[in-house]
């Protein structure tokens, strides 16, 4: 009975365990900072590590200067000239990138002689020699870092590039509605006055071009001759009958469908940016089609509201497209070649910096960005991230939850 007993409490803890949820990801490699006691903090907010009596308190400082290593020193709690310790800081960053950091001596405390750039993450080597004695202090400090295995990553969709060269299409947005160009429409009439005997089409008919239109008797001959359509396209006018006389009037009006034109408005503020041969994409109230095409004509005259008018020709093969509708367009005014880009749905914000991660491995880590221009799907990267970085660009917020959850912290 007891063996019963104790089978079903091990059956009920192992059934307890399985259930319990299995993260996909994980914070950076090695312990976590949560896990472990705050480290201690010395009277300059900076961080203490100590070895028996010699201390050394080892602080970013960044107050109108860029970010850089100050340290002070103590033995047995008194202050120690800086001028007595010899003092180096490797930091190890992620892809094994190492920043080697000397010293020198200023006021009470030492000066690190390189900048300490974003992001603040890295593995911490410090080595010092006072009075004979080595020293040496080893820990981490990673912020903005997680890992994901690839199978999890892929699973999850998240897609990387290669940070490069591109080119920034810039454009401006205008708006406008679709109409016929002036050759559009012909009038159809009588050569010589006579009698109409015999109608061949009706109104809204498609007809092509030789196509018979009317039967006519002329009224000096007698005889009788034919109307044929002189284009192909759809009749949106007929304005005749048997039996009436052609009294040289319009008979039909012929419109030909196919071609459209798109009647952009450009206000003031952009008017030297657009130029006749402007690519275009334009997209027509709808249609789900993208429409690329060039400006061919500007009209000399202004409208009421100051806009001026550019014709851009848009081809209708599929006959799907009506006068009248709205059109959406993007003008694209420049051309700029970039030595460095992002794609910008790859952009996310941490603490008060745009940023992108980089990948290495499984590991990614943000990448706090110096942003200029931008231009369709890119954007210029002026500074935070060397050419040739794996970044990810596809599901990105994926690593931005992942790391809030994580509790990454900017601790120096």
């Not at 900076?46 to 850089?68: H, K, S």
């Not at 018979?212 to 001759?225: D, G, V």
Request: hydrophobic share 40%.
């Amino acid at each position: 009975m007891k063996n019963t007993k104790l089978l079903t409490s091990v059956s009920l803890a192992l059934t307890l365990c399985l259930a319990l949820p299995i993260p996909f990801a994980t914070a950076a490699s090695g312990p976590t900072e949560s896990a472990e006691v705050e480290p201690e903090k010395g009277p300059h907010r900076g961080r203490m590590l100590r070895d028996g009596d010699f201390a050394v308190e080892l602080a970013i400082f960044e107050t109108g200067v860029p970010p850089e290593f100050r340290v002070w020193l103590t033995d047995k709690g008194n202050v120690i000239a800086p001028q007595k310790v010899k003092l180096n800081v490797k930091l190890t960053r992620l892809g094994d990138v190492i920043d080697d950091i000397n010293f020198r001596a200023q006021g009470d405390f030492l000066r690190g002689d390189s900048v300490i750039y974003e992001p603040h993450s890295f593995y911490v080597t410090v080595t010092a020699q006072y009075k004979g004695t080595s020293y040496r202090w080893e820990y981490e400090n990673y912020e903005g870092r997680t890992t994901i295995e690839q199978a999890v990553a892929d699973a999850m969709e998240i897609k990387t590039e290669i940070a490069g060269e591109a080119t920034l299409h810039q454009s401006i947005p205008a708006y406008g509605v679709l109409a016929f160009p002036p050759n559009a429409h012909t009038k159809v009439s009588a050569r010589f006055d006579g009698e109409i005997t015999q109608r061949h089409v009706n109104f809204g008919d498609k007809v092509k071009k030789g196509q018979r239109l009317f039967t006519i008797e002329s009224n000096e001959s007698l005889k009788p001759y034919t109307i044929k359509a002189p284009a192909t396209g759809v009749i949106t006018s007929l304005m005749a009958n048997e039996g009436e006389q052609t009294k040289g009037r319009t008979l039909i009006t012929l419109t030909t469908t196919g071609n459209y034109i798109a009647r952009l408005a450009v206000y003031p503020s952009d008017y030297d940016k657009v130029k006749v041969g402007s690519d275009v994409s334009l997209r027509v109230e709808g249609s789900a089609q993208d429409i690329t095409a060039k400006v061919t004509f500007i009209e000399p005259e202004v409208r009421r509201d100051q806009a001026r008018i550019h014709w851009v020709n848009v081809n209708d093969a599929q006959d799907a497209l009506s006068v009248g509708s709205f059109v959406n367009a993007n003008i694209n005014v420049a051309n700029i070649a970039v030595p460095l880009a992002v794609k910008k749905i790859g952009l996310q914000a941490f603490r008060d910096f745009t940023v992108v991660y980089a990948k290495v491995g499984e590991q990614y880590e943000v990448r706090m960005l110096e942003l200029g221009r931008e231009g369709g799907e890119w954007i210029e990267v002026l500074g935070g991230l060397e050419p040739g970085t794996e970044y990810v660009t596809e599901n990105s917020f994926v690593l931005k939850a992942d790391i809030e959850k994580s509790g990454a912290s900017h601790d120096h």
